[in-house]
């Protein structure tokens, strides 16, 4: 019995020092390269298997050609998603008549804005975002980049002056323990 412990342990120690030599200690080495792709490709990530099981598409075959929207703030600041990402998100919400949408992250409130521009009249945007008072009580811990942009005198500043800012309303809270118990089956678009 013992030594079948010993002979499970033994292959539980291989199975996992194998990975980390290769993808660890070895990762500086070229030589060792080849085989590191090689793994890759065969058990974690085959690209001709996956561009073959999800097939490439237009963002326009997805839903409504004739499908307007409408971009605010089109210039990217810092911390902002890129206008790209904002035309998919409003092109999304116009298609298919989102109306109660639900965003984490409001940081200057862009994205919430053009949300809110899109859904029809009757939308409402929820937006949730860590006040800088909670950054040293966070669930989850924060990285150095997250907070400079939780460290703001207020959230959604963008919209805050815009007559769509009664469509949006602007929740506070760490989004690890915020209640979403209220806003579940609630939501067209979160």
Same mark, same amino acid.
């Given at each position: 019995?013992?030594?079948?412990?010993?002979?499970?342990?033994?292959?539980?120690?291989?199975?996992?020092?194998?990975?980390?030599?290769?993808?660890?200690?070895?990762?500086?080495?070229?030589?060792?390269?080849?085989?590191?792709?090689?793994?890759?490709?065969?058990?974690?990530?085959?690209?001709?298997?996956?561009?073959?099981?999800?097939?490439?598409?237009?963002?326009?075959?997805?839903?409504?050609?004739?499908?307007?929207?409408?971009?605010?703030?089109? /210039? %990217?600041?810092?911390?902002?998603?890129? &206008? =790209? $990402? @904002?035309?998919?998100?409003?092109?999304? /919400? %116009?298609?298919?008549?989102?109306?109660? &949408? =639900? $965003? @984490?992250?409001?940081?200057?409130?862009?994205?919430?804005?053009?949300?809110?521009?899109?859904?029809?009249?009757?939308?409402?945007?929820?937006?949730?975002?860590?006040?800088?008072?909670?950054?040293?009580?966070?669930?989850?811990?924060?990285?150095?980049?997250?907070?400079?942009?939780?460290?703001?005198?207020?959230?959604?500043?963008?919209?805050?002056?815009?007559?769509?800012?009664?469509?949006?309303?602007?929740?506070?809270?760490?989004?690890?323990?915020?209640?979403?118990?209220?806003?579940?089956?609630?939501?067209?678009?979160?």
């Amino acid at each position: 019995m013992l030594e079948k412990i010993i002979s499970h342990v033994n292959r539980m120690a291989y199975a996992i020092a194998v990975p980390f030599y290769l993808w660890g200690v070895r990762f500086l080495l070229a030589d060792n390269n080849r085989l590191k792709i090689a793994v890759s490709n065969k058990f974690i990530y085959n690209k001709k298997k996956w561009l073959s099981v999800i097939p490439k598409v237009r963002l326009s075959e997805l839903a409504g050609l004739g499908t307007k929207i409408k971009v605010r703030e089109p /210039i %990217k600041d810092k911390g902002n998603i890129s &206008l =790209f $990402e @904002i035309a998919v998100i409003n092109w999304l /919400i %116009k298609s298919y008549h989102a109306v109660n &949408l =639900f $965003e @984490i992250g409001t940081f200057d409130g862009r994205t919430a804005l053009n949300m809110a521009i899109n859904c029809p009249a009757a939308g409402k945007v929820y937006t949730l975002d860590l006040p800088r008072e909670q950054v040293q009580s966070t669930r989850l811990s924060l990285t150095g980049g997250d907070l400079e942009f939780i460290n703001k005198d207020k959230s959604g500043i963008k919209y805050l002056k815009t007559k769509y800012k009664d469509k949006i309303t602007q929740l506070y809270g760490d989004s690890a323990e915020f209640n979403f118990i209220p806003y579940e089956d609630q939501m067209d678009f979160d």
